[in-house]
T-cell receptor
Framework: DTAVSQTPKYLVTQMGNDKSIKCEQN?????MYWYKQDSKKFLKIMFS???????INETVPNRFSPKSPDKAHLNLHINSLELGDSAVYFC????????????FGPGTRLTVL | AQTVTQSQPEMSVQEAETVTLSCTYD???????LFWYKQPPSRQMILVIR??????QNATENRFSVNFQKAAKSFSLKISDSQLGDTAMYFC????????????FGTGTSLTVIP
């Protein structure tokens, strides 16, 4: 059983388009995250979210927005895609208050042409 | 501010040998958690080992062990008997409960195990 899943795994699109990446976790975790990994493999937190609190990394452009229809899902919407948005995006989840590890999805490679 | 520094962008080791990856962090918190994650070419992020800051004993997981020096804010990973499957990017990560469960990652060390 897949713990954290993301769709699609690969996404190629034109500049200016709007796209979404879906994330689902079946672990019963209460906190979910989105990370961006650039070409140099640097992993940067974008958002963390539970049913009470959305924490946004202040460096993330407002073209990016997380949307959570329920506790098991945290989707990432990106408007007006730019070349610099090309990266691998990882979804992850964890549980409070045990402060255990984060479980990561397989990543979505986004390429903006 | 919470920061994690990995000063070794790339490392290599002969198969069956031992290698140590360095990590330092900075925080004013006293309660926190440290992790090493592995990212093989498959791209999947996999937890290698975890250390609670309040525990003095260094964590070990089979061939993986850490040297946790709290006063020096150092958290190095030792891989013994290196195997070809250990070839991957290794990320040191840090989390403190007071920052909303957010994880802070280092820039990674690319490890290559040479046959």
């Amino acid at each position: 059983d897949t713990a954290v899943s993301q769709t699609p795994k690969y996404l190629v699109t034109q500049m200016g388009n709007d796209k979404s990446i879906k994330c689902e976790q079946n672990l019963g975790h209460d906190t979910m995250y989105w990370y961006k990994q650039d070409s140099k493999k640097f992993l940067k937190i974008m958002f963390s979210y539970n049913n009470k609190e959305l924490i946004i990394n202040e460096t993330v452009p407002n073209r990016f927005s997380p949307k959570s229809p329920d506790k098991a899902h945290l989707n990432l919407h990106i408007n007006s895609l730019e070349l610099g948005d090309s990266a691998v995006y990882f979804c992850a989840s964890s549980n409070r208050p045990s402060y255990n590890e984060q479980f990561f999805g397989p990543g979505t490679r986004l390429t903006v042409l | 501010a919470q920061t994690v520094t990995q000063s070794q962008p790339e490392m290599s080791v002969q198969e069956a040998e031992t290698v140590t990856l360095s990590c330092t962090y900075d925080t004013s918190e006293n309660n926190y958690y440290l992790f090493w994650y592995k990212q093989p070419p498959s791209r999947q992020m996999i937890l290698v080992i975890r250390q609670e800051a309040y525990k003095q004993q260094n964590a070990t997981e089979n061939r993986f062990s850490v040297n946790f020096q709290k006063a020096a804010k150092s958290f190095s990973l030792k891989i013994s008997d290196s195997q070809l499957g250990d070839t991957a990017m290794y990320f040191c990560a840090f989390m403190t409960p007071n920052t909303g469960n957010q994880f802070y990652f280092g820039t990674g060390t690319s490890l290559t195990v040479i046959p």
